[in-house]
């Protein structure tokens, strides 16, 4: 991508390119607790991951469409708080996309959402993305036209040097042409290096197969890693050669509203440390002991996020310096 992050030193301007660029939907969220007062929380998926990267200290910035309306403002607003860059935003007069999430007696979360002629099925604008670095994507992005084919050409242009992943964030009350979708996600994921995906994504992905051997097709279809989770079981990791499954941490959970956000943000965020302004190469994915270090800082990420209401992702500052790269 071409734009950068500055910043003057003694009149010598520094400039860095963004070691995440994460491309998607911001939405508004209308939270909804058994018994409980409805409240309004700004959201969606790669809105999320773009402010718990942006927190946990890297260089970040969100591409998508969003609203010139009073809650398009506060996302924006919400993103620059963070330290997002924000130069691919595309302000639309388009409404805000609404998301209402019904929380159960546990925590965790169901979604309806209403897209239609909001600013979620907005184009954004031209992008190049530059050599390194990671690409982030999923959720509606995935689902809603013309943008999930935007996405897709992005993917296909990327450099060689700049790794992509995934989280699948499947939204079926969403997909209106199930056939479609599926096709797309395929194709997506066999262009990507890292897909982090739900035992419910592939459910829905892979109708009648077990989690396990849907996540083993996933994996046969390009991807270097893959990341299945199931809530609070261990995160399972595929790889050409290895399986491994990583303990995730028991904890009061408030809600569960960006918690996977926050973990595949944490992910990235170990890997962007341990490379600094390097590149990744594909052979550092499938090193268990690596993946491990990156997915405890997931992990952790999220735990933090789970005891908190509404997506509210941890700042750098509170996790464990012995936790990164």
């Known amino acids: 991508m071409s734009e950068v992050f500055a910043s003057v030193c003694d009149d010598v301007v520094m400039v860095t390119a963004p070691q995440v660029s994460v491309f998607g939907e911001a939405l508004v969220d209308l939270i909804v607790p058994e018994g409980g007062e409805v409240h309004a929380t700004f959201g969606g998926a790669p809105f999320n991951t773009a402010r718990a990267l942006a927190r946990l200290g890297v260089l970040t910035s969100f591409v998508g469409s969003i609203a010139e309306d009073r809650f398009g403002s506060g996302l924006l607003a919400e993103l620059e708080a963070d330290g997002v860059n924000i130069e691919w935003v595309r302000r639309t007069t388009s409404p805000t996309t609404l998301a209402l999430a019904e929380l159960s007696s546990s925590g965790s979360a169901s979604y309806r959402f209403y897209v239609d002629g909001t600013s979620a099925q907005e184009r954004f604008g031209d992008v190049s993305i530059p ?59 066999s262009m990507v290096d890292v897909v982090k995906v739900s035992d419910e994504d592939l459910s829905y992905l892979y109708p009648n197969t077990p989690a396990r051997d849907a996540a083993q097709q996933v994996l046969e279809s390009g991807p270097t890693l893959v990341l299945l989770t199931a809530g609070a079981d261990p995160v399972e990791v595929l790889t050409a050669q290895h399986s491994a499954r990583i303990e995730v941490l028991p904890v009061d959970v408030v809600d569960t509203v960006g918690a996977g956000d926050t973990f ?62």
């Open 131 to 189: 050599s390194g670095g990671w690409m982030m994507t999923g959720g509606l992005g995935l689902v809603l036209n013309p943008v999930a084919d935007q996405i897709v050409g992005v993917l296909e242009q990327r450099s060689a040097t700049t790794r992509a992943m995934v989280d699948v964030n499947c939204r079926p009350k969403v997909i209106s042409r199930t056939d479609e979708y599926r096709a797309r996600v395929a194709k997506v994921l």
């Open 264 to 325: 595949g943000a944490g992910f990235l965020a170990w890997w962007s440390d341990y490379a600094g302004t390097g590149t990744i190469e594909p052979q550092a994915l499938a090193d268990l002991d690596l993946v491990a270090r990156a997915l405890k800082m997931g992990v952790h990420a999220s735990a933090i996020a789970v005891g908190r209401r509404g997506a509210d992702p941890p700042f750098r500052d509170e996790l464990d310096t012995s936790l990164w790269g």
